[in-house]
Nanobody, 121 residues
Framework: QVQLVETGGGFVQPGGSLRLSCAAS????????TSWYRQAPGKERVLVAI???????????NYADSVKGRFTISRDNIKKTVYLQMDNLKPEDTAVYYC???????????WGEGTLVTVSS
């Protein structure tokens, strides 16, 4: 059974940090590009960060302009986990954060159920 389980969300004050984790199971994780999306209340789901896979090893990363320099995406193919380190959080980062895994060759997409991040004073 395919699963992506996000953890690490919560409440934090502006300027604080959180680290999200997404644990994968049920598929060959190392073959999939992985990314984090977020959806704020009343808005569409948007891409936050992506880390590709190349020859089953972590590849390149890319970030939305709004999080560049503050967020860092990484992955551990042995642990089958992708991370999102979020620093200097701002109220506009408040959203449900979703983990995504995508097979570039076949276009297969898997999604987690999301974890809520609330940034407020």
């Amino acid at each position: 059974q395919v699963q992506l389980v996000e953890t690490g969300g919560g409440f934090v004050q502006p300027g604080g940090s959180l680290r999200l984790s997404c644990a994968a199971s049920g598929f060959t994780f190392s073959r999939y590009d992985t990314s984090w999306y977020r959806q704020a209340p009343g808005k569409e789901r948007v891409l936050v960060a992506i880390i590709t896979t190349t020859d089953s090893r972590p590849g390149s990363t890319n970030y939305a302009d709004s999080v560049k320099g503050r967020f860092t995406i990484s992955r551990d193919n042995i642990k089958k986990t992708v991370y999102l380190q979020m620093d200097n959080l701002k109220p506009e980062d408040t959203a449900v954060y979703y983990c995504n895994a995508r097979d570039r060759l076949y276009g297969i997409n898997y999604w987690g159920e999301g974890t809520l991040v609330t940034v407020s004073s």
